[in-house]
């Protein structure tokens, strides 16, 4: 733990007396607080690094910045054990079909994290014709990290970030425990150019009104 | 171990004789390159194969660097290859060769079959110019995947995000209009689809073509150990895989656990450097050259800045750089490598199995040397500092922090003491650790000693370069070979061990670091000296007018020899920008040098070159 904030005391609801002795091993809280104290303090991270982004990630992972403060250091190579998908870099529309998979395969509670420019809005390669836009254009994203790259200093500022949304969550609200299955996203096709099933039939009209500008130009000229 | 392979003798112009011979040999089929700016000479395509054996058989150019396309597009309409050949490990200019093809045509002889190095090159050049090379065995894309609408390097070729040919748009300046190019598409993100292309009739090509000319076997095949049956498999490492170096993807063919053929996919993370670069104004492409090898910004920045240079000085009002920023920037390039070094051997060790804490040992300094890069350049990566005619900014006095709260220790010491410390404590006293720890660690050695062998003829066959080629005996080292910078008057001795495999690529870094340290001693005192010189020559021109004609900078980075490929029509762009990444070219080798290893040595190996994607993928 960080500081006493954080610590026991921090959980427990003060206007339950608790008698003085017991405050440093006992308090009295609600399930959703305890629920989401534990789970913003044991983010498993993704071990998946895509840019240069990446090389910042390990720089705060490393001994100077240790994001094991703030129980985040548990990297796991697979998305079953992971809770936190850190979107380090640059996201091409190569590689966007193995991020998609990957995210369906995490399993729920989860989160993304897109860390630098380019995950979040394309950055400065942004116009290259292989990169998306922004891994939001795909995936759902939970915190922006701007940089370029991010200093671990950012990225540890967006984990807090992190933390704070994880505890603003309630056990009543949250999907992943609505009746039903969840819904996984489609999966992007490698076309003439990437293809977002999503978008299957605005492709078609673009299509269409394509056609009809066509055949309507001749006459004119 | 250390030898110096500069005392060699060279002719008055090498280059020149060569050009002269082969013009004789060849009258029918060899012509001198007499556009004004451009070197080397043009062969008939018909005669390329039996020229290019010429040039490294008898002229003895037998090491190919680079070979790329450029796409002359309204100024002749051909495509035109462009080959670096030099002569390892002599050393020396490159002999330039340039075979051309009319653009409706497109078709050019491989080289494969005299330089196996041309493999990955001509694969790119086929996927993003579209030219089909006649003999390679393997002609499928390689940065795109099989299926891209068209080829995105050619000049009429232009992306969904398209606005001018050539920056700055007008939209953005002088007026600054802001707007994000998603609301211009009516997709509202970066994709563009041919004509009347809809989702109905079409299927993905899909993974099919990774897996093409693979005999999956069912047949079961029998060993040599009697009894021991093993069936054929395949298996993909990556692209997301906790030890590929980033998104790297190898198709990897089994028999039982012995590889029997690897197929790297690459791509993943393809940037399209080449591409915006051509958009960019000639500085505009500085910043871009520090995402290539992330590890290593400034000397990415060096090689750009020499290439451009290069091109600068083909015309009248050229100063080459001042004599301080030569030795900032050779500062600067070393500190890089003992960086970069640093990093390749904490995280062999992660491949080898070794989880993080070696690493973590290995890249401590780093931070230290990290923090002088913020100081001086703004940055921790991506330093962009460098400049033509010299860097952007003189060292600062002093290297401080800044305190936020009432009592906090910040650091507060000069800029050369800070240095100093660096150089003659830290470093040394890391470097020997890293030996102390790992040289002669049992796991190590058993692990690392004979395998993934390169060996010396086979390194330069591959076009291999940097480490990977010095530690299969081949003493060839740019700074050396055809120095540049203030490098003539460093004293230091070109690395080389002879075994080629993974562990001497690790003893061979080690050794370079100590080398680097040694050059980085000799800079602190000429920091010294030219304090208060000025730091760039020239005006600090935004926009330099850049002569017209090609110039190819290299320069020998940690990775191995990056070299920039830079063709200028007189515009305030370049007209083609090409990159040719030690990472990639490397990588030519990491097919046969796994075949017969066990699958756990793959990822060694793969550690043992030493890849970055950003500048494998470009
Ligand atoms: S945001 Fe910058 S540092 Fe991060 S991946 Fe993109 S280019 Fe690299």
């Known amino acids: 733990m960080t500081n006493g904030d954080s610590g026991l005391k921090a959980l427990h609801n003060p206007d339950i007396p608790v008698p003085e002795e017991l405050q440093s091993t006992i308090a009295i809280t609600s399930l959703d607080r305890i629920y989401n104290w534990c789970r913003a303090r044991s983010m498993w991270p993704l071990l998946f690094g895509l840019a240069c982004c990446a090389i910042e990630m390990i720089a705060a992972a490393a001994s100077r910045y240790d994001i094991s403060r703030f129980g985040m250091e548990v990297m796991r190579p697979s998305p079953r054990q992971a809770d936190l998908m850190i979107v380090s870099g640059t996201v091409t529309k190569k590689m966007v079909v193995p991020i998609v998979r990957i995210y369906n395969q995490m399993a729920e509670p989860k989160y993304v994290l897109a860390m630098g420019a380019c995950a979040s809005g394309g950055g400065p390669f942004k116009e290259g014709y292989n990169v998306v836009s922004g891994i939001d254009k795909y995936i759902p994203v939970d915190v922006y990290v701007p940089g370029c790259p991010p200093t671990p200093q950012a990225l540890i500022h967006g984990f807090l970030t992190l933390q704070k949304k994880i505890e603003s969550q309630s056990l009543r609200t949250v999907p992943w425990y609505r009746s039903g299955e969840s819904t996984a996203i489609p999966i992007p096709l490698l076309g003439p150019d990437i293809i977002d099933p999503r978008q299957a039939e605005l492709i078609r009209r673009q299509a269409e009104q394509a056609a009809a500008q066509a055949a309507a130009a001749p006459s004119e000229a | ?618």
């Not at chain 2, 050019?108 to 001509?122: C, H, N, R, T, Y």
């Not at chain 2, 451009?308 to 920023?325: D, H, I, M």
């Not at chain 2, 002879?498 to 080398?515: S, T, V």
Request: with cysteine; hydrophobic share 35%.
């Open chain 2, 1 to 618: 171990m250390a030898e110096n392979p500069a005392a060699e003798v060279t002719t008055a112009n090498p280059v020149a004789e060569a050009i002269a011979a082969l013009k004789a040999q060849f009258p029918d089929a060899v012509t001198e390159d007499d556009r004004k700016g451009y070197t080397g000479i043009v062969v008939d395509p018909e005669s390329l194969v039996e020229v290019a054996t010429a040039v490294r058989d008898t002229l003895g150019y037998n090491y190919l660097s680079s070979a790329t396309a450029v796409d002359y597009l309204g100024k002749g309409d051909y495509f035109e290859m462009v080959y670096h050949t030099y002569r390892v490990p002599a050393g020396g200019p490159p002999l330039v060769i340039k075979a051309r093809t009319p653009r409706d045509k497109a078709t050019l002889p491989s080289v494969i079959s005299v330089w196996p190095g041309a493999d990955f090159q001509e694969r790119e050049a086929y996927d993003l110019m579209g030219i089909r090379f006649e003999g390679h065995p393997n002609l499928k894309r390689i940065l795109l995947w099989e299926g891209f609408d068209g080829h995105p390097l050619r000049k009429d070729w232009k992306e969904a995000y398209y606005e001018q040919d050539q920056k700055p748009f007008d939209s953005r300046w002088p007026q600054g209009h802001v707007h994000r190019a998603e609301e211009r598409n009516p997709y509202g993100k970066n994709v563009r689809y041919p004509e009347g292309f809809t989702l109905d009739d079409f299927t993905p090509v899909g993974e099919a073509p990774n897996y093409e000319g693979i005999d999956l076997g069912v047949n079961v095949q029998e060993m040599t150990t009697p009894g021991l049956k093993t069936d054929r498999l395949v298996v993909n490492l990556g692209p997301h895989h906790p030890s590929t170096h980033g998104v790297f993807r190898m198709v990897v063919t089994l028999n039982g656990e012995t590889v029997e053929d690897l197929q790297p996919v690459m791509g993943y993370l393809h940037r399209n450097h080449e591409k915006i670069g051509e958009r960019n104004t000639f500085l505009q492409n500085m910043p871009f050259t520090d995402r290539l090898d992330y590890i290593t910004s400034m000397s990415n920045n060096l090689g750009y800045a020499l290439a451009v240079e290069r091109l600068l000085s083909l015309g009248p009002r050229y100063q080459p750089p001042t004599y301080r920023a030569e030795v900032i920037r050779v500062l600067m390039v070393e500190l890089t490598r003992v960086v970069s070094h640093m990093w390749a051997i904490g995280f062999l060790l992660n491949d080898l199995g070794a989880f993080y804490t070696p690493a973590l040992y290995a890249i401590a300094e780093r931070e230290l040397i990290l923090d002088f890069f913020e100081a001086v350049a703004g940055s921790r990566m991506m330093c962009n500092y460098m400049r033509f005619g010299g860097v952007f900014k003189d060292l600062p006095e002093r290297i401080q922090g800044i305190p936020l709260l009432a009592n906090d220790r910040v650091r507060n010491e000069a800029t050369l003491d800070y240095l100093a410390n660096i150089i003659n404590e830290r470093l040394p006293r890391a470097i020997d650790e890293l030996d102390n720890y790992l040289t002669n660690n049992e796991i190590i050695v058993t692990r690392c000693q004979g395998v993934g062998i390169l060996p010396p003829e086979m390194a330069i066959a591959y076009s291999a370069a940097g480490p990977l080629l010095r530690a299969s005996g081949v003493p060839y080292d740019v700074r050396r070979a055809e120095p540049y910078s203030i490098y003539p008057e460093l004293d230091f001795d070109v690395a080389v061990r002879y075994n080629g495999d993974i562990y001497d690529r690790y003893l061979l870094r080690i050794d370079e670091m100590r080398q680097s340290v040694r050059i980085l001693k000799q800079l602190l005192p000429r920091l010294r000296e030219t304090e208060g010189q000025p730091i760039i020559s020239g005006s600090k021109a935004y926009s330099p007018r850049v002569p017209e004609g090609e110039a190819y900078g290299r320069v020998e980075n940690p990775k191995g020899e990056l070299g920039y490929y830079v063709v200028s029509d007189g515009g305030q762009n370049p007209w083609r920008y090409h990159v040719r990444a030690p990472s990639y070219i490397n990588l030519t080798a990491l097919g046969p040098m796994t075949k017969g290893h066990k699958v756990a040595d793959i990822v060694a190996i793969l550690g043992s070159i030493d890849i970055i994607l950003g500048e494998v993928d470009r």
